[in-house]
């Protein structure tokens, strides 16, 4: 949700160049993660009182998925919550990405699906890990490097700048090589050199920025999902495989890495195979946000995209 004011922009831009460097100031001054984490929901909580066109579509974008109104007071408490959490995640993302790699994996809890990573890898296709924005989906880079593999994760850029420095800087040290796509014009070629030399890429599948994707039900409704992932499957015979990464209320990390989807066939056979993984995607993510309703990370009304409505 973006203002049309310019200046709006600009204090906006400014407000947010502020924010996440302190953010990443916390996590790195702070030798204990919880004091950081006070510091995140202060600035949340903040964010909230200044921002309340965004409270009132994470209020919406809640009470779809829990099934009640948005004035319900568990539908406030859970939005209000998931915007701790998403602060939370960054100052994680920052107090790891600067620490060795050993204190993060001790935080992770569980790791589950780990032999379908193994299984889809030692078919030397490479694979597409496609995960969502949800729990904390940057700290699985720090996962992977733990287990020597490296990840080149593709994503659109923040429209704030000193946010993406960070993150770059963030992801290179955790051995994430970073992809950056704007929607428009966007090759596949490089991918597919990626996957036919067996590597690992990370793609996002929950965010038709495209805005052609495939319409799937989702909480009682129909909404678009990204394709892209899907037709790069298609095309390299690279294996989609599911994963999440999420946090417990001990604020444990936990990874789940899905069986591999395989798109094969012709054509016409290829669009129902497609289909179904996404099918399959979209039911394994909707497990995880009802499980875990405040990580799933959406700050417009995801059910009634603007810029959707406006194509």
């Known amino acids: ?49 200044f921002r309340p066109r965004y409270l009132e579509a994470i209020l919406g974008n809640t009470a779809q998925v829990m099934g009640l109104g948005p004035l319900h007071p568990l539908v406030d408490r859970t939005a209000r919550d998931m915007v701790r959490q998403h602060a939370r995640a960054w100052v994680d993302f920052f107090y790891y990405g600067q620490r060795p790699v050993e204190e993060a994996l001790a935080q992770f809890a569980s790791l589950e699906g780990t032999d379908h990573l193994d299984a889809a890898l030692a078919e030397g296709r490479g694979a597409i890990l496609l995960t969502a924005h949800a729990g904390n989906f940057e700290l699985g880079g720090v996962l992977l490097r733990g287990r020597n593999l490296k990840v080149h994760a593709v994503y659109k ?30 090759s596949t070629l490089p991918l597919v050199k990626l996957l036919r030399e067996g ?39 690279a294996p989609i495989i599911t994963t999440f990464f999420y946090t417990d209320e001990e604020r444990r990390f936990h990874a789940h890495f899905g069986e591999p989807i395989h798109i094969y066939g012709e054509r016409g056979q290829r669009m129902s195979a497609i289909e179904a993984g996404m099918r399959a995607y979209v039911a394994d993510l909707e497990a995880l946000i009802r499980r875990h309703p405040s990580q799933w990370y959406c700050f417009y009304p995801f059910w009634d995209d603007p810029a959707r409505n406006a194509s």
Request: glycine share 12%; aromatic share 12%.
């Open 1 to 49: 949700m973006q203002s049309n004011s310019k200046l709006l922009g600009l204090v906006y831009g400014a407000v947010f160049g502020s924010l996440f460097p302190l953010f990443h100031f916390a996590a790195r001054t702070f030798s204990r993660r919880e004091r950081a984490h006070d510091i995140a929901d202060q600035i949340a909580s903040a964010f909230l009182m």
């Open 157 to 186: 850029p923040d429209r704030f700048e000193a946010v993406e420095r960070l993150r770059e800087s963030m992801r290179s040290q955790g051995g994430v090589v970073g992809i950056p796509v704007d929607g428009v014009g966007f």
């Open 199 to 237: 590597a690992l890429v990370g793609m996002q599948g929950d965010r038709d920025f495209s805005l052609n994707g495939v319409s799937m039900p989702f909480f009682g409704r129909d909404v678009p999902f990204p394709r892209g992932p899907w037709e790069l499957a298609a095309m390299t015979g």
